[in-house]
């Protein structure tokens, strides 16, 4: 079982930066593989970045590509999404989730634990 709690969101201009934050509590945070993804409103939830059990494998959305960069600091339970250059389409409820077993994933159903979210609003 582990808890997930985000933070770390807010409103920015275009053009601007931000970081998430995830915090998770137990002591197996480091056995898995984590993932975030996001949800606008109407639009159905989606795949941002994900991120190995080791930090050794991440992989990204097309749409934030060279953009945003997923890390872990498994000595402090702790997920990270750095935003760089945001754009109004990156506006939404930003999620992290853990996925107990094998490698990281792009595909949501195979993450068993979920945050509550945290906003994101980007001006233009």
């Known amino acids: 079982q582990v808890q997930l709690v985000e933070s770390g969101g807010g409103l920015v201009q275009a053009g601007g930066s931000l970081r998430l934050s995830c915090a998770a509590s137990g002591r197996t945070f480091s056995s898995y593989a984590m993932g975030w993804f996001r949800q606008a409103p109407g639009k159905e939830r989606e795949f941002v970045a994900t991120i190995s059990w080791n930090g050794g494998s991440t992989y990204y959305a097309d749409s934030v590509k060279g953009r945003f960069t997923i890390s872990r600091d498994n000595a402090k339970n702790t997920l990270y999404l750095q935003m760089n250059s945001l754009k109004p389409e990156d506006a939404a409820v930003y999620y992290c989730?853990?996925?107990?077993?094998?490698?990281?994933?792009?595909?949501?159903?195979?993450?068993?634990?979920w945050g509550q979210g945290t906003q994101v609003t980007v001006s233009s």
């Open positions: 989730a853990a996925k107990s077993s094998g490698g990281s994933s792009w595909y949501a159903p195979e993450y068993k634990y």
